[in-house]
C-alpha cells in the first residue's frame, strides 16, 4: 500500500503551498497562480489537485486516490475561511472555477466549468448579494449548460437551440435582451433537458457537482482530442493533469468592479507605458463579446478624452495595478499580458503571461530591457523569433490602410508591394526604366525572365509552389512574391489576367501582400522596413554571441551591394548561369550549346568570357577580400535553348543551320528526368571547355585585381559531384587552366577549388572526395530533392497532403529534414574532418535561411550558412541563438 | 651493407630451386617453369633472376646488385653444362630467350627477346648445326629486330618497313619466300639501321646482350603502359618483374622435330580426349601466322584422314605427351592448354596453363572432374563462372553458319533468335496468333508495347541503352533483345527499317544474337539452350552450398511457370502496373485516372478488380506455398494516359467529355521529373482507392484458394516509401481492408506487409520504418538513380564518356555500387534488423542477376536475391560462390 500522500495545494492571501517550479506536479496554470500569490499579487484564493492524483486515477482503474476526498474537503474550508463565503451557502455562497492543467499549455483539451456551486437556492443568495437577479440567473444558466456537456456530455447545441427558441418566442435578438425572469425560465427548461437526456436531475449538489467536475477534468486527459494533441506535439501520457479549484471573482458588480486586459508595454510599439483597456462593470466575457467599447486604462492613452479611462475613475485600483504591472515585469523579465477584475473597489489578477507583440515591439522592448538592466544582452537575443525579424526587414500594408483582396496565393516571398500590371519580363524592363513601379504577372516564371524580375516591384504567378522557380528567385532577390495564385487566368498574348469575372489589364494598378498571398486592387500604402537603431544595436549582440558565419547567395554585384548592407560575411554562392540568360549573351550561349564540333564550342565560348571576367571583377571589387565561392555551370544546357520560332530563326541564321535542325538538336538534349541528367560537373566532364571559360574569366578577373592591390580570394566550386573520380579530374582541369592565366599574367592568386555536396552518394564517400575537394558547400535543395526523391517542381500535387495528413510535419524544402538529410549532412561532415582536418564546411541551399535549419548547422559543425541577402540577419540570430542553447545545454542554470 | 643474396633460381633436368608457391619471388612464369621441371615434365632448362632483384635495381638508382653478375654467370655456366651447348659459342652456339614475368599476369607489358646470344659467328655455328641456314638468319634478323625494339628503343616499324622493302624489290610476297641469302642481306641492312639510329654498331657480343636484356626488362616495370595498366588493375608498384632466362629449343630441326598445343579435354565440348594440333618441321609462330594447316594431334581427331597425327607419326612422342598432358591435369586439377615442341623426338613443355574452355565444356569438364574424383564439387563450384552459365540458358547462332551482320547494337538480352520483323505491338500480336515467329522493331519501346514484346521472338529497338525500357523488359522475359541500334532508322508509320541504303519491310526476315548485339539478315540457324543432366547435377551442388535464396521477378504466371523450371524459390516481385496495360483494362485504368471524384474512381476500379483477382489467383496457383511478393501501383499515373488522338478520342466517348478536357487533365499530369515525382506509395496516400483494390483482388484471391486447401501467403509491398510515417499510413489501409475482406469471406490468410527501400532516406530512417514494415526488399534500381543523382533514361549521353574516361568503373546500373549505394544498403540492413529481430531482407532491382552484385548480397546479409526467371541459376551460383569465398577466408588453406 502507497503511504498517505499530499495530494493538494492550497494558495491564497500571500501565501501557497507552490510555486513557479512546480509545473510538473501543479500544471503550469497552478504553478503559475502559486508564483503570483507568493509574489504578493491580489489573486483569488484556491487549491490545486496535482497531476499525481490524476496519475493515481488511472493507475486505479478510475478511482480517486485514497484520502483525496478529505483532502479537498479540508482545503475547501480554507478556501470559505479566506473568503468569508460557504460553498452552498444560501446567502453568501462561494463559487469556483474548475480547470484543467497539464505541465505544458494544450490548448486542444482545456475542460473548464465556471461557477460551480450554483443550485437553485444558492442562486439566490448571489441575486441578493449581488443585487443583480439578471446577473445570477445568467450565470446559473452558463453553469448548468457548461457543466452538462463537460461533465456530463449532453451536446452543447441542446442548450444553445433551447436559447435562440426563447429569444425567437420572446421577440429579441441578443441574450443580454432576456431579463431576469426569462432566464429562470430557460434554466428550467435546461434542467429539463438533462434529466430527458440522462434520465436524471441535474445534480443540485454543490459537492456532487465539484467531485463530478474534477472527474470529468481528470477524464479529458484521455479524451480523443487530447490523445490527438499528445501525440502530435509528442506529450507523454503519462503526465496527467491538475485541477485548479479557484473562487470566482465578478466585476459586475456594480461601478466599483469591472474588468480588463493590459500590457505593461506598448505591443505595437514596445514603448515602455502600461497599455490596455477595462470595463466598469462589467464581466471577462463582455470584453470578448466586444457588447460595449472598453475604456483604455490610463489618460496617455485616452486620445479620443472619454475621460472614463481606470486613471480616472479608480485612481487607487489604477496605482495598484500600475504596481503590480511593473512587479510581475520585474519577476518575469518580460512584457506581461495581464487579466484583471476589480470587484466592489478590489483589484485581482486572474492570469500573466508574456505578452504577444509586433516584431518591432519586441525589438524596442528587448533593447530597453537590456538597457535597464532587467535582462542581459543573451536573454534578448533568446526573445526575438527569427521569422519575426523577417517582419523588421521587409515593407508591410499600411495596417489602417482599406483594402479590396481580389484573390490570394502563396506567400512565397515576404513584402508589401504596389506597381503597375505587366505581363513579360521585357514589358517590365521597358516600364523599370522609364520610372514606373511594375508588378510582373506570369503564368509561371523560367529562367528567361530573371531580367523582368529585377526589373519589377513584385512578382506574381498563377501556378507553382512555394519552391518554384519563382518563389526561389525573388527570395534571393528579396523580392515581394506570390505564387499559385490559381485564381489568376494569365493570358500572356492579350495582355489580361482574369480574375473571375474581373479583368485586370496591362498597366492596371494592383498591390501585393507577400507575407500573407493576399492581391489587392489599386494602391494599397505601405509602410517601409524599420531597421532602426534598435536593429542595429542588437545585430551587434548577436553577432558577438554566435559561431557561425553567415554568408549570402549573390549571382551579381548588385546582389553582393545588398548582401554587404544585410551584413553578409562573404559570398557562399555565386550562381554563374543567371549570368548565361543576359541578352547580349544568349546567342553566343546557344551557339556554343548547339555546335557539334570543339572548335565551335570554343569559339562561341570566347564570345562569353570577356563579359564573364567583368561580372566577376565587379563582383570581387565589392566583396573586397571577403571569401566569395563561385559555382560553375550547373544546370542542364537545355534550359538555355531556344523556345519560340523566332529565337530558334535567329540562331538558325546565326549558325547557318535549319530551323529544323536546331529543332531536332533541341529534341535530342530533352532529357526524361532534367533534375537527374546531363549537368553539374558532369558537362564539365563531357564539355570541359565551359568551365574551362569559366576558371579562365575568374582567374583573370582575380589576376588583374590582384596586381591593381586587391588580395581577392576566388573559391571555385565543382557542383554535383558524387564520386572521388569526377572531382579529381574537374580539378586537375582548373588547376590546369588557372596555372595558364596565373603564369600568362605573371600573378599568384590563391584560389580553392571545393565541392558542392548535394547528391546521397557524395555524403557517402565524402572523404574520398575531401581528399581532393578544399570546402565543402551542401547543396540542401538538391540534396533534398534526392534523398527524398521529390522533384521540387513537382511535389505540389502531393506534399500538401502529406502535410495536411501530417505524413510530413514540415515542408522538407523549407525547413531542413534533420531525421533524413539531416543524418547524411552529419556523416559527411565527419568523414570530410577525418580525411581533412579544418575542411571548410557550409550551406548555400534555400535552407541557410530557415532559423531551424541554421540551428541545425550550428550542431552539426558547420563553418557557415549562405542565404539570400534579406535573410543574412535572420541566419545570424538564428547562429547565435543555437550558440546560446549550446552554452545553456553545456552549463546548466543555477 | 647488404649481406649476399641469393638473386638467382636454376631449373632444369627434372629439379628446379623453386616452386609454384614462390610466385612473389619468381614471377608466375619462373614459379610455372619451376613447377613443372619439379614434376619430372620436359621443360628446358633456364633460371629466374628474382622480383627482388629487380626492386633492388630501382631502390639503388638503377644499378645492378651487387653479386648479381657472378650469380648470373655461375648459372648460365650450369645452363651450359645441361644443354652441352655454349654461349656465344661459334659451333654449337646456346640462345636463351628471357622474358619478364611479375606475379601476376600483365598482358599489356609483357617484354621478350628470343634468340639471345646470335651474332655474325654464332648464326653460322646454328646454320650449320640445324643444317638449315635460312632458319639461323631467319632468327637472326628477327632478333635483331626484337633487341633493338625492346632493348634500344627504335621503333619497330623501321624494321618492318625495310623487310617490306626488300620482299618489294625481289618482287615475292611472303616472308617465307625470301632466301638465306637474302635475309643476310636483311640482317646486314637491319644493322645499318641500328648504327645510324642509335650512333653506335649492334652489339654483338652475347653477354652485353644478356645484360641489356635483363636491364631492359627491369626497365619496362615502369614503362608507361605497365604503370597504367597497374593503376588500373590496382597493382602495387612495389612488387617488380622477375626475369626469365631460358635456353631455346626448336621444332624446325627437320622432320623429327615440330610444334604445337593441345588441350587436355575438347575445350567445346568437355569430352576427356586429348584435344590439339601440331606442325612438323616448324616454329610456334609458323602455327599462330597459319601458313600450312596444321595436323590434328590423335586419330580420333582426324576425321579428314591426313593419317598425319602425331599419333601416327610420332607414337613414342604421343604416348609421352599422354603422360604429361594427364600428370599436368591431375597435378593442377584444372584442364590444361600446353605448348609443346618436338627438338629432334625430345619433347619439350614450353608453358601449360588453364584451357579456355566452351560454358558448355567448362560445364562438362567440372561435374566430370568431380566424378573422376580429381576435384571436390567446391572447387567445381568455383571453377564455373557466373557469366559463362548465362550462356548455357539461351540458344546461340550455330558457329558453322554463314552470316551477313547488318549493323550492330547494345547486347541487351542474350540469346539467338529468328523471326519476321513487325513494326507494331499489336501486328506482333496477330502474326504470332497466326503461328508466325516474329521480331518487333521499335525505335523505342512503351509500356504499351509489352503484348507485342510478348508475343515476339526478339526485339530490336533504335534508341535506348542497356537499362532503357525494351532492355529491362526483355531481359526481364528472357527474351533476345538488341537496343541502341543508331544505324537503324525506323519508320513505323511506313513499316520500314532503313539500314544504310537497305530497306527492310514488315515481313523480312532477319536474325538477333542478342549476346553480341549484332543483326543479321535471313534466318540464321541457332543452337539450342543446353540445360542437360550436368547441369542439372551441378545447379543441386550450388543448391546445397548457398545460403541466400533466389526468388524471381515475374509479374505473371506464365512468368512463374518459367520462373519454377529455373528454379526460382519464390516471387521476389510481382509487379502490378503492367497488368494495367492489358488491353481489356487499360481502358477502365484510363476512366479511374480521369475521374476526378471518389465515386468515379471506385466505378472504374471496380471493372479492373476481378481480373487482377484472376492475375493473382493464377500466379498463386502456379506458386504454391511459396512466397510471393506483390508489388501495390508504383508509376506515376500519367504514364497510362492515352497519347493517340484515337486513344484520346475512344476515353473521351466513353467518360463523355470532350477531347479537350482529356488532354488538358493529360496536360496538367505531365511533370517535370517523372522518377522523383508523384508515384509509389505517394498514390496510395494521395488516391487510397488503387491500393484498396489491389489489397481487395490480393486477399480475395488468397482467401478463395485457401478455401480451397492451398495455402499460399502473399506478400504485401509497399513502393517508395521514404519516411514512417508513409508505412504507417498504408499499412494501416491495408490492415483494414484485409480484415474487411477476411471477415466477409470467413477465411484468415496470413499475410505480410513490407516495403521496398529504394530511396535514400529509406536506407537512413530504416529502423523507423522496420518498426511497421514486416520486410524490406532494396529496389536497387531507383535507389541507384537517387544515390547517384542519376536518371537511367539519360544516362546514355555521359555515362559512356564517365567509363571511357573511368569516372566510373562500371556502369552502376548493371553492377551494384558497393561503395556508394552498398554502403546504404549495409546501414538499412543493419539499422531494419536492429528494430525488427530476424527481419526479411531482400532485393529486387536488376542487380539481382549480376553476379558481382549477387556476392555483394551474400556479404550484406541478405536473406534474398530476386531476379528475372532466366537469371536464377546465375544468381544461385553467385550466391554459392559467395558461400564458399567466406568460408575460404574464415578457414586458410592449409
Known amino acids: 500500500m502507497k503511504q498517505a500522500q499530499k495530494y493538494v495545494y492550497f494558495f491564497g492571501h500571500g501565501k501557497a503551498e507552490g510555486h513557479a517550479g512546480m509545473k510538473d506536479l501543479l500544471g503550469g496554470k497552478g504553478a503559475g497562480l502559486c508564483e503570483m500569490t507568493n509574489l504578493g499579487v491580489p489573486v483569488p484564493c484556491g487549491f490545486i489537485v496535482t497531476t499525481e492524483a490524476c496519475i493515481l486515477y488511472y493507475k486505479q482503474g478510475k478511482s480517486l486516490p485514497e484520502g483525496l476526498d478529505e483532502e479537498v474537503q479540508t482545503h475547501l474550508s480554507r478556501l470559505e475561511e479566506s473568503t468569508g463565503k460557504r460553498f452552498g451557502d444560501k446567502e453568501n455562497p462561494l463559487l469556483v472555477s474548475i480547470r484543467s492543467g497539464a505541465r505544458v499549455s494544450m490548448p486542444g483539451m482545456m475542460d473548464t466549468v465556471l461557477n460551480v ?45 433551447a436559447l435562440d427558441d426563447l429569444k425567437k418566442s420572446m421577440g429579441v435578438n441578443h441574450d443580454t435582451d432576456l431579463d431576469a425572469d426569462a432566464l429562470r425560465e430557460l434554466v428550467k427548461h435546461y434542467k429539463g433537458i438533462v434529466e430527458s437526456t440522462k434520465g436524471a436531475p441535474f445534480p443540485s449538489e454543490p459537492n456532487d457537482q465539484l467531485w463530478a467536475t474534477i472527474k470529468a477534468v481528470f477524464e479529458s486527459w484521455n479524451s480523443q482530442r487530447a490523445t490527438t494533441y499528445r501525440k502530435i ?100 523579465k518580460d512584457m506581461q499580458d495581464i487579466e484583471f477584475t476589480i470587484e466592489k473597489g478590489n483589484l485581482w489578477i486572474l492570469q500573466t503571461r508574456s505578452g504577444k507583440r509586433t516584431a518591432l515591439a519586441a525589438m524596442k522592448a528587448a533593447v530597453d530591457m537590456v538597457k535597464e538592466n532587467l535582462i542581459d544582452k543573451e536573454t534578448a537575443i533568446l526573445r526575438i523569433s527569427p521569422d519575426q525579424l523577417n517582419h523588421l526587414l521587409h515593407p508591410v500594408i499600411d495596417p489602417r490602410a482599406k483594402k479590396e483582396v481580389l484573390c490570394k496565393g502563396l506567400p512565397a516571398s515576404p513584402g508589401a508591394v504596389n506597381g503597375m500590371l505587366v505581363f513579360t519580363a521585357d514589358e517590365a524592363v521597358k516600364r523599370a526604366n522609364m520610372g514606373d513601379r511594375v508588378i510582373l504577372v506570369r503564368p509561371e516564371t523560367s529562367p528567361e525572365d530573371i531580367h523582368g524580375m529585377y526589373a519589377a516591384q513584385g ?128 546567342l553566343a550561349v546557344r551557339e556554343m550549346i548547339l555546335s557539334s564540333e570543339h572548335e565551335g564550342r570554343k569559339k562561341a565560348l570566347a564570345k562569353i568570357k570577356p563579359m564573364q571576367k567583368g561580372d566577376f571583377a565587379e563582383i570581387f571589387r565589392t566583396m ?50 532534367p533534375m537527374l541528367g546531363h549537368r553539374g560537373c558532369r558537362l564539365g566532364i563531357t564539355t570541359p571547355e565551359i568551365y574551362e ?40 582541369c582548373i588547376d590546369k587552366t588557372a596555372k595558364g592565366v596565373m603564369d ?44 527524398f526523391g521529390f522533384s521540387r517542381d513537382d511535389v505540389g500535387i502531393f506534399l500538401p497532403v502529406y502535410l495536411e495528413k501530417k505524413i510530413l510535419k514540415v515542408d522538407p524544402f523549407e525547413s531542413l529534414d534533420t531525421q533524413g538529410v539531416g543524418r547524411l549532412i552529419q556523416l559527411a561532415v565527419e568523414k570530410g574532418r577525418k580525411a581533412r582536418a579544418g ?25 557557415y550558412v549562405s542565404c539570400s541577402p534579406f535573410r543574412v540577419p535572420i541566419a545570424k540570430l538564428a547562429a547565435a541563438q543555437a550558440a546560446l542553447e549550446d552554452r545553456m545545454t553545456a552549463q546548466p542554470l543555477e
Chains 1, 2 share one sequence.
Open 117 to 161: 456551486g450554483l443550485n437553485d437556492i444558492t442562486v439566490q443568495g448571489l441575486a441578493q448579494k449581488t443585487n443583480n437577479p439578471r446577473f445570477a440567473y445568467d450565470s446559473y444558466r452558463r453553469f448548468i449548460a457548461m457543466f452538462s456537456s463537460v461533465v456530463l456530455g449532453i451536446p452543447y447545441e441542446h442548450f444553445e437551440v
Open 233 to 332: 506535439h509528442k506529450i507523454p501520457d503519462e503526465w496527467g493533469t491538475a485541477v485548479s479549484v479557484v473562487s470566482m471573482v465578478f466585476g459586475n458588480m456594480g461601478e466599483d468592479s469591472g474588468t480588463g486586459v493590459l500590457f505593461t508595454r506598448n505591443p505595437a510599439t514596445g514603448e515602455k507605458v502600461l497599455y490596455g483597456e477595462y470595463l466598469p462593470n462589467a464581466q471577462g466575457e463582455d470584453v470578448v463579446a466586444g457588447i460595449r467599447t472598453p475604456y483604455p486604462i490610463s489618460k496617455d492613452q485616452d486620445t479620443n478624452g472619454t475621460k472614463n479611462t481606470l486613471e480616472e475613475r479608480m485612481p487607487a485600483v489604477y496605482r495598484e495595478i500600475t504596481r503590480v504591472a511593473a512587479k510581475l515585469e520585474a519577476h518575469y
Open 459 to 586: 512578382i506574381l504567378t498563377a501556378r507553382g509552389g512555394m519552391t518554384s522557380h519563382a518563389a526561389v528567385v525573388a527570395r534571393g532577390m528579396g523580392k515581394c512574391c506570390i505564387v499559385g495564385c490559381s485564381e489568376i487566368r494569365v493570358s500572356t498574348e492579350n495582355r489580361v489576367a482574369h480574375v473571375g469575372s474581373l479583368d485586370l489589364k496591362e498597366g492596371d494598378w494592383v498591390t501585393l501582400n507577400g507575407s500573407t498571398g493576399e492581391v489587392m486592387r489599386g494602391i494599397i500604402p505601405t509602410i517601409d522596413a524599420a531597421m532602426g537603431d534598435d536593429f542595429t544595436i542588437f545585430i551587434e549582440w548577436v553577432d558577438a554571441v554566435r559561431r557561425l558565419r553567415v554568408r549570402a547567395n549573390a549571382d551579381t554585384s548588385k546582389d553582393c551591394e545588398v548582401a554587404l548592407r544585410f551584413g553578409a560575411e562573404g559570398v557562399g554562392l555565386c550562381r554563374t548561369e543567371h549570368m548565361f540568360f543576359a541578352p547580349d549573351r544568349i
Open 624 to 673: 573586397g577580400e571577403r571569401p566569395v565561392i563561385i559555382r560553375l555551370l550547373d544546370p542542364p544546357l537545355h534550359e538555355f535553348l531556344p523556345k519560340t520560332a523566332e529565337e530558334v530563326a535567329e540562331i538558325a541564321r546565326e549558325m547557318r543551320l535549319s530551323p529544323e535542325a536546331i529543332k531536332a538538336q533541341r529534341a535530342k538534349m530533352e532529357e526524361f528526368n
Open 693 to 732: 571559360m569559366q576558371v579562365e574569366a575568374i582567374l583573370e578577373a582575380a589576376c588583374e585585381l590582384k596586381a591593381e592591390g586587391l588580395d581577392v580570394h576566388p573559391e571555385i566550386m565543382v557542383p554535383l559531384v558524387g564520386t572521388e573520380e569526377e572531382i579529381v579530374f574537374v580539378k586537375a
Open 744 to 787: 600568362a599574367k605573371g600573378v599568384r592568386v590563391s584560389y580553392k577549388v571545393g565541392t558542392m555536396i548535394e547528391l546521397p552518394r557524395a555524403c557517402i564517400v565524402a572523404d574520398d572526395i575531401a581528399k581532393v575537394a578544399e570546402f565543402f558547400s551542401f547543396g540542401t535543395n538538391d540534396l533534398t530533392q534526392m534523398t
Open 839 to 863: 575542411l571548410s564546411v557550409g550551406i548555400c541551399g534555400e535552407h541557410g535561411g530557415d532559423s531551424d535549419s541554421v540551428k541545425f548547422c550550428h550542431k552539426a559543425g558547420l563553418d
